[in-house]
């Protein structure tokens, strides 16, 4: 077990060298910033000097290296939309965007497995085959066109929940959380069905797949030889196994779902990083996202090392080496 | 073995159908037999023959669209083929238990055996969990797990293939069901450790008075384990009595091949024997005797019988053979079928 989580963090740090790289070679293929900072008619010493204060003058892997010494402390520079560090604004977006894609990976878990499971349980009756049908539209629809539908119907037409902004958020230290407050959470519930609906059919779809998979095995037929009740067969031996292909999707589909909230953020002008990443981009502001893409970075390798150490908690098989079982 | 005394189950003129798009296969067609307490029942036959689909009718698993059209089936005289599912979930396990071909398939990998074990003995008998546990360890010790104790906490993958045997065995004992349906227990295993699996299958049958249906295409497991045999060709029985006169002196033209197709070490034939032919398809099964076209003693019944009217089980020697050759009203020289092999 620790063998394997010190393969698992060297692959991590490799992972993460990597995107470091990706970030830093935005700084060289975006644009010279020198050119960026200075006035166009600024000399060519002035350029020089500017370049030899930036460090932008030393080999390319003596400034690769600064950028890592400076990433891993955190220190990403200086937003050029904003003039503030660029680590500043991360941490302040940062609550924003994990409680959205957090209760939308939430919705996902709650809704995906219960309907997966009793649509693969009672496959032929209507309920099943309109809930999978409908599942098809949410993988098909594109996500921004949901969030509109929904600030359409309710906070245009039905006036119940609002159409932007994340409410009221209380402070705790550096974290700000809209959870506490009743606007909060209002202001939560569009965003996160929004984003929480695909998670949800692709759960779904795959609870149910891998449930009628598990429910022509063997040892499920076994169970019910031994006289166990449905509800034993089905939850305690069926759903068990599905779990270990939903917790790498789940896993997965959260990092994606940070990573990609952008679309809902921006629908929804919600406060969170992706909004803040597409700002930057508009801008060509590299320091932000140069950051933001190592954050994104660091956030996908720390679910994978996450989604690996649960793996070892569901399967036996992974749990113990050395097993007796080989060779057939 | 007493075949007198009434019978544990009764299987009655059973028919199972698939309902296809090409029109209703009949997979088991009109086959009836009995098994006595504590008789083994060797049920022996080429693939698709029906006989796992027999052993899956009778536990109440018969796989949709699969299902019984016709016939009965009786657990100590009482039916039980129509029970409602809870009726046939309690059946399951406690009356009658299953053991599976492939021991390595059959138990859930999550969950140690102990737990499946216990699962099973508190589905069905009400006693607390350790009282569970200590039966678990000794049914474990019972069908010759060493170290049972500690065993008992590891998974499946942890034992080797004849050692998960052993536990699905203890799996279909742990409620001390009165019948077990062994569909083909020791296929998937190596022939040193089928030996071990069928000794042990004989002796806890012996010991609990568990009556056995023992479903298998190995002759070899018959001879050594069956009290009687009944030997399935097409979806019918074709002969059926105990197992050293089938062996022995098989009556229907299919044993006699059957027979006749087991190497011994002593021949010294270059040539395998074998019957000519193969089973047909579901799709196809011939008009009358489904064994006519691959038979080679149609021409000794008059009258081409055996491709217009199907026979039902007659009695032939000591045993039963569903075969025209053995009619009492037609004169045919019955003697001419004792073994030509």
Redesign the interface.
């Known amino acids: 077990m620790l063998a394997f989580i010190i393969r698992r963090l060297l692959q991590s740090v490799l992972v993460m060298v990597a995107v470091g790289f990706i970030a830093f070679s935005l700084f060289n293929f975006v644009g010279d910033p020198v050119s960026l900072m200075l006035p166009p008619e600024a000399t060519q010493s002035d350029r020089d000097e500017v370049r030899k204060s930036l460090g932008l003058d030393e080999p390319f892997y003596v400034q690769f290296g600064k950028f890592v010494g400076n990433a891993v402390q955190g220190n990403f520079g200086i937003s050029l939309r904003l003039g503030r560090p660029v680590s500043q604004l991360l941490i302040e977006r940062l609550p924003a965007t994990l409680e959205l894609a957090m209760t939308a990976a939430v919705i996902g878990l709650l809704v995906g497995i219960p309907v997966g499971v009793y649509t693969a349980l009672r496959r032929n009756s209507i309920l099943a085959k309109s809930l999978l049908t409908g599942s098809l539209i949410g993988v098909s629809l594109p996500n921004f066109l949901i969030g509109i539908f929904l600030i359409l119907i309710f906070a245009v037409w039905l006036g119940l929940l609002p159409s932007f902004g994340r409410g009221d958020v209380t402070k705790i230290g550096l974290w700000t959380t809209g959870l506490l407050t009743v606007t909060g959470l209002k202001a939560l519930v569009l965003p996160a069905i929004t984003l929480g609906l695909y998670p949800v059919t692709l759960i779904m779809r795959l609870v149910r797949s891998e449930m009628m998979e598990v429910l022509r ?3 499920i ?10 509800n ?1 067969v089905h939850f ?2 069926a759903l ?2 599905t779990l270990v292909p939903v917790i790498t999707i789940t896993g997965l589909q959260l990092g994606g779902l940070i990573a990609f909230a952008i679309i809902t953020e921006t629908v929804f002008q919600w406060p969170g990083m992706g909004l803040l990443f597409i700002q930057a981009v508009q801008f060509a502001d590299i320091p932000v996202m140069a950051a933001y893409l190592c954050l994104i970075g660091l956030i996908f390798v720390l679910i994978n090392l996450t989604v690996d150490m649960l793996y070892y908690t ?4 992974l749990r ?1 080496s050395g ?3 080989g060779g ?1 | 073995m007493s075949t007198n005394a009434a019978p544990l189950l009764q299987v009655k003129n059973l028919r199972i159908e698939f309902p296809t798009r090409r029109g209703t296969l009949v997979a088991v067609d009109d086959i009836s037999f009995d098994i006595a307490p504590g008789e083994v029942l060797g049920v022996v036959g080429e693939s698709g023959a029906g006989k796992s689909l027999t052993g899956a009718a009778v536990i109440g698993l018969l796989e949709p669209p699969g299902r019984i059209a016709a016939g009965e089936i009786l657990l100590n005289g009482r039916r039980i083929d129509n029970l409602p599912f809870e009726e046939m979930r309690k059946i399951r396990g406690r009356e009658i238990g299953a053991i599976f071909q492939d021991p390595l398939t059959s138990l859930n990998p999550l969950y140690t055996v102990g737990r499946q074990i216990t699962e099973t003995i508190r589905t069905h008998l009400d006693v607390s969990e350790t009282e569970a546990r200590d039966r678990a360890i000794s049914l474990l010790q019972e069908v010759g797990i060493p170290a049972a104790e500690k065993r008992i906490d590891a998974y499946p993958h942890q034992f080797s293939g004849g050692m998960r045997q052993r536990v699905v065995i203890s799996l279909a004992l742990a409620a001390q069901p009165k019948l077990i349906i062994a569909d083909e227990p020791t296929t998937a295993l190596d022939v040193s450790i089928q030996a071990q699996i069928i000794t042990l299958l004989k002796k806890l049958g012996r010991e609990h008075g568990t009556a056995v249906m023992l479903v298998t295409h190995d002759m070899g497991v018959i001879a050594e384990t069956a009290d009687r045999v009944a030997v399935m060709y097409a979806g019918r029985i074709a002969e059926i009595g105990p197992v050293a006169e089938v062996i022995h002196s098989p009556q229907h033209p299919y044993t006699v091949g059957l027979m006749g197709a087991i190497p011994s070490v002593g021949d010294n034939n270059e040539r395998l024997a074998q019957i000519e032919g193969s089973m047909p398809r579901l799709t196809a099964i011939p008009k009358g005797c489904a064994f006519n076209p691959r038979c080679t003693r149609v021409k000794d019944v008059p009258n081409g019988r055996c491709t217009t009217e199907r026979p039902n089980l007659l009695p032939a020697g000591k045993t039963q053979a569903a075969c025209w050759l053995h009619a009492t009203d037609v004169t045919v020289d019955a003697n001419k079928t004792k073994v030509p092999a």
């Open positions: 095995t063997d040892y037929k076994f169970a019910r030889a031994r006289g166990l009740s449905n034993a305690g031996h068990k196994n569901v399967d036996p098989r113990i097993s007796a079982a057939h």
